[in-house]
């Protein structure tokens, strides 16, 4: 009897932690850093308007495969016809990006940008919930 109630503890326990992960083991491993963010602002970018610039601030750093320090407000890019990053806290999956040669280049690019440019695989846990919005 005591087996099985501690078995049905360790269950508990794992299923809640499980719940409380705020980040998806399968979008993050296609990018350089996941990180939970609140995003500041969001406009066009003005020399090419296929860009959006989003301003986050980081909440939680889950993953930096970079060798950059990325626990401050930082700038992270999108594609302008393609979601992006939702007002108020998401996970956001990002890897670098060349801009003069159009191409993602995981850690050596110009500016960071959301994985495939933005969409279902750059963003989840809007809000804190299991979803993309």
Known sequence: MKTITVVLLIV?????HAQDKLFDDAKATNAVAVMRVH???????????SFVRYTVTPQQVYKNESNERLGHTINVHGFSDRDGVPAGESTIYIAKYDVPNRRFDQTNGTIWMLVEGGG?????HVGGNAGFR
Not at 12 to 16: E, G, K
Not at 39 to 49: E, G, N
Not at 120 to 124: I, K, L
Request: glycine share 0%; aromatic share 0%.
């Open 120 to 124: 279902t695989n750059a963003v989840s």
């Open 12 to 16: 508990c326990v794992v299923l809640v």
């Open 39 to 49: 995003r500041v602002h969001a406009r066009p970018v003005v020399s090419d308007s």
